[in-house]
Structures are given as structure tokens and as C-alpha cells.
T-cell receptor
Framework: DVKVTQSSRYLVKRTGEKVFLECVQD?????MFWYRQDPGLGLRLIYF???????EKGDIPEGYSVSREKKERFSLILESASTNQTSMYLC????????????FGQGTRLTVV | AQSVTQLDSQVPVFEEAPVELRCNYS??????LFWYVQYPNQGLQLLLK??????LVKGINGFEAEFNKSQTSFHLRKPSVHISDTAEYFC??????????????FGTGTQLKVEL
């Protein structure tokens, strides 16, 4: 079974802090995604990566950056956390060659105070 | 650009009744379509997918969906729901462009609440 692991289930950070959310997948997938999930807004794509060191902005990249130094790891970075970034963050990975399902981590609920 | 519209944010239904959750999509190219389910405090898991072939696809837990290209719809159905089907359901679309950069775009979700 594919496993996508997010480093924390719950995180509380202060306004202005630099925050790192880590995601690791064990299936050698080339595509990895970061979404945020908010009530009534569904899942919105922040960034995705289609290979090591390759990334593309999603629909809401402002205030975020990403890093993909190794194929299995995709990090989301909040350069200076703000209260409006309080949300559930979901990481996913997918093999792009057969357009099958994306596999999701359990999510990180981030609260910025 | 591609987009997904889920018209119903909440759908209440009694146990053993049928249910339909609606999904419409928009894309300038051919697409693959997915339904995911999220149970409380859990991540998303795949319910079913349409890649090609028969337009009626069957998924887990007795769910099925029909791809209608002319109406750009991919509605999810179950003939008889159970209390354990209470969850949030997300429709998603991915374009068929090969290679890197094919996004997976989600709708806003439909909360299915099954009542006794």
C-alpha cells in the first residue's frame, strides 16, 4: 500500500513564525501536491511538484513556498505565518504515468495564534 | 484551466433511501474524473474513478457514478445509504495531458448526512 505521511497531525504556531510542513511518500511517485482544506471551500491547490526541484504554483500560492530536494519528500513552508493560514493542510502523491488516484496523507491541522 | 462545481453543500437523507450527489466540470481538454470520500478526522480516500470506457463506473461501498460528456457531469449515486456513509464527498478532475504538470482540481465538497 502507498503511504503518504505528514509529520504532524496538529500544530500550533505564532504569527510571524516560519513554519515547515513535511510530507513523505514511499511509492517513488513523481507528482506531489499540497492542498489546504477550509469549510465551504473544499480543497484548494497551493503548489505541486512533478519532479525533484520542479514545482508549479497552484491556485493559492501567496504566502507559501515549497521545497523538493528528494523525490520522496515535499515540504510546504509558511515564510511568516499569519492567522488566515489557520487551516487543514493535506499532502498527496500520484504516479503521473497512469493517471490513477492520488494518495493522501492524514492532514495537518495548523493553528496560527 | 479546469474547474469542478458541486452544487449541493449539504445533502440530508434517511437511511436506506437513495442519494445522488451532483458534480459538473469544465475543461478545455479531455479529463479523468474522480470521487473521493473523507470520513471525520481522516484523510481522503478514493471512492471511484472514470478513466475511459464504460460511462457507468462502480466504486467501493456500493457507490456508482455516470460520466456524461455532453452535460459535463459526473454524478455520484447510491441506491440505499447507510448511516456509515455519513461523510464529505469530493469530486475531482484531472486533465489528460501527459507528462508533468497535470493538476488534480477538487470541488468544494458535499456533506452527506444520513439520518435514522
Amino acid at each position: 500500500d502507498v503511504k503518504v505521511t505528514q509529520s504532524s497531525r496538529y500544530l500550533v504556531k505564532r504569527t510571524g513564525e516560519k513554519v515547515f510542513l513535511e510530507c513523505v511518500q514511499d511509492m517513488d511517485h513523481e507528482n506531489m501536491f499540497w492542498y489546504r482544506q477550509d469549510p465551504g471551500l473544499g480543497l484548494r491547490l497551493i503548489y505541486f511538484s512533478y519532479d525533484v526541484k520542479m514545482k508549479e504554483k497552484g491556485d493559492i500560492p501567496e504566502g507559501y513556498s515549497v521545497s523538493r530536494e528528494k523525490k520522496e519528500r515535499f515540504s510546504l513552508i509558511l515564510e511568516s505565518a499569519s492567522t488566515n493560514q489557520t487551516s487543514m493542510y493535506l499532502c498527496a502523491s500520484r504516479d503521473p504515468t497512469d493517471f490513477r488516484e492520488a494518495f493522501f496523507g492524514q492532514g495537518t491541522r495548523l493553528t496560527v495564534v | 484551466a479546469q474547474s469542478v462545481t458541486q452544487l449541493d453543500s449539504q445533502v440530508p437523507v434517511f437511511e436506506e433511501a437513495p442519494v445522488e450527489l451532483r458534480c459538473n466540470y469544465s475543461s478545455s481538454v479531455s479529463v479523468y474524473l474522480f470521487w473521493y470520500v473523507q470520513y471525520p478526522n481522516q484523510g481522503l480516500q478514493l471512492l471511484l474513478k472514470y478513466l475511459s470506457g464504460s460511462t457507468l463506473v462502480k466504486g467501493i461501498n456500493g457507490f456508482e457514478a455516470e460520466f456524461n460528456k455532453s452535460q459535463t457531469s459526473f454524478h455520484l449515486r447510491k441506491p440505499s445509504v447507510h448511516i456509515s456513509d455519513t461523510a464529505e464527498y469530493f469530486c475531482a478532475v484531472s486533465d489528460m495531458i501527459t507528462g508533468g504538470g497535470n493538476k488534480l482540481t477538487f470541488g468544494t465538497g458535499t456533506q452527506l448526512k444520513v439520518e435514522l
